[in-house]
């Protein structure tokens, strides 16, 4: 079993660093959604899903 985490140690750290990094987007996206704010930050004047994102601030 060592041997075979030896071997494949430089897959199992970069696979490690990206399952984190993807977590850690996830995250920041979560928290943005329940903080209300736009994903696009762009602004909703243009946006073809206007009414459907923030039906409140109309």
């Given at each position: 079993m060592f041997t075979w985490i030896?071997?494949?140690l430089a897959t199992i750290?970069?696979?490690?660093a990206?399952?984190?990094?993807?977590?850690?987007?996830?995250?920041?996206m979560v928290r943005s959604k329940?903080?209300?704010k736009s994903s696009c930050g762009?602004?909703?004047a243009g946006c073809a899903?206007?009414?459907?994102c923030h039906p409140?601030?109309?």
């Amino acid at each position: 079993m060592f041997t075979w985490i030896m071997e494949n140690l430089a897959t199992i750290t970069i696979s490690a660093a990206l399952i984190i990094v993807v977590a850690a987007v996830i995250a920041c996206m979560v928290r943005s959604k329940k903080k209300g704010k736009s994903s696009c930050g762009c602004g909703c004047a243009g946006c073809a899903m206007n009414g459907s994102c923030h039906p409140d601030s109309f």
